[in-house]
């Protein structure tokens, strides 16, 4: 390498790197109404760039059907899209199939099928599935796209122009079924079955081979310092923590050049490198460039680049908190605003993988715990920071305990119509429930208790609005969890139901006791539409609230104890009575697949590449 390119990329990276790097989304307060998140989202440029938001999920690779795993990133993706929505940001959600490499090149030939053909076929699988669990992607996008061609050739040509591209020869251990080059710590040895040693790669078992080859390698090495600076000087660019401090413990370590290209002798479904048909663009670059081609690239994607969040999964995190901010380094382009990575689930302790084939089927078990089920169930289960163990049992009690029987029989009780035969939000009384506990206050009804309640609902929203953004949604669920609880014991305590209601004072009470509870199940309701989009459109259409009273605008709780007017007040309940979430059974066929029966697809194929080390 040139001293004088080295020297140059330094300074140029001091003086731009301020510009590329932005703080962090800020929260914003707008009334403005938003369009339906299936709608495609317009582009204002005169918006500031805290009232944009665009968000990623991997793009998945097509060598098999889809698994629980993709559809968690997914709903992690869509639960943030929907509720950047609800807030009046403008917000782009993009998913598709990663369908280039040499595996999937393999595969189509032994199904006889051209590749082409084969891809579609997959990747109608995960868009099936993703509409069916109401993944309300703006944009899908497959990198066989003539779309995604274009903006992957004119990236290369800038990072070559750029010197950051050069042809070179590298030698070292290869993985065929892995498609990926290793380093000597990433090799071991293992004894095969004839008793000799052979060499292997320490993450998937595959045997590797020494192998020399010329190709194009990425100047890498030139940006470990830059990244280093990136981190330090962004530490919420990688959450959660843990991982933001793997990535900086990765930058510790030597960062080679990356080949980023193969010969097209042994690789031909894929991009050919621009200028170079006797070479094939690695597929990582390839698929990186997806998240720029949905934002235009190479037109101008200024609007939407800006304010790129990433949603990954831990075993991709080398890529996306490395590689890719590397490239847009040297392509001056920003870097993403965040990466959120997950955890993996499992299944007796292994992750849930296409390749091991120990997958459980997303659709099959949407269809037993309803979408709407399996989605909360993700989220309030899987923790970002930690694997996770998949069972069926714990899905149903969960579901049940906290959907159907603690949300689902708050509903009933406090909408039935022995309680409320006129069907309407009843009035509240401030007598029965004054604003403050004062000693003594004649006419007041309300305990202690029933007080502690109410201030847990009205800091509701702003804990759940934390969780949300930091990717904690297994803590807002929880939160809210907690106060349906602290709802139910407040109406168990004063069992309206016993009440009598030839009583003026007694009904006054009873209405006020219902008041409170419909108020706090607007407020769960219209907090749990990012995760539960079918449930929580049934309740709040049950209490009676329009579609733009939905928003995160509209969460004022208990306007009539603040003396404020209620727009419920007298309103008629909505005229759909059903359960709201069904108690379920264990589902006949819960068991985990084996790697024969696994897959609808088209072959087996083994484990590509693109795993790394797993944090
Ligand atoms: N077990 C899992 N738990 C959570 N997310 C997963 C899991 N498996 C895959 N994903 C999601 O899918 C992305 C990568 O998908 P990929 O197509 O490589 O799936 P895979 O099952 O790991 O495939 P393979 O076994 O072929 O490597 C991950 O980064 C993550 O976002």
Redesign the pocket.
Known sequence: MQLGKSFSVKLWHLSILKKLVRPPLTRVRTQQCVSAPTERPLCTHGLEENQRFYVT??I?????A?????L??AVIADYLHRYWLMRGVQSKFSTGT?EHGL?IQQAAYSAGKEPLRFCTEVSVQFKDLFKKCDISYTDYIRTTEDRHRRAVEHFWTVLQDKGFIYKGTYEGWYSTPDESFLTPSQVGDRTDSDGRTVKISLESGHKVEWMKEENYMFRLSEFRSPLQRWLRENSEAIQPKRFYHAALQWLQEDLPDLSVSRQRSRLQWGIPVPGDSEQTVYVWLDALVNYLTVAGYPQDCSCWWGVAHH??????LKFHAIYWPAFLMAAELPLPRKIFV??????EGQ??????GN?VDPLERSQSFTTDGLRYFLLRQ?VPDS??DYYDDKAVKLLNTELADSLGGLLNRCTARSLNPAQVYPNFYVECFPRELEPGGAGRRAVSEDYKMLESVSHLSRLVEHHYEDLQAYKALEAIAGCVRQTNGFLQRHAPWKLDRRDPEQQRWLDTVLHVSLECLRVYGTLLQPVVPQLADKLLSRLGVGPEERFWANLQFLSSQHGDTCPFEGRTLGPETGVLFSRLERPKQSKVQSKGQSQKTQSK????A??TEVV
């Open positions: 999920t991997p998945f690779y097509v060598n098999a889809p698994h629980i795993g993709h968690y990133s990663d595996k949603v990954v999964g831990k075993d991709i997950h955890s993996h689930w499992t299944v992750k849930m993988s296409k390749s091991l997958v899987g694997d996770c194929v083994t484990k590509h693109k795993t």
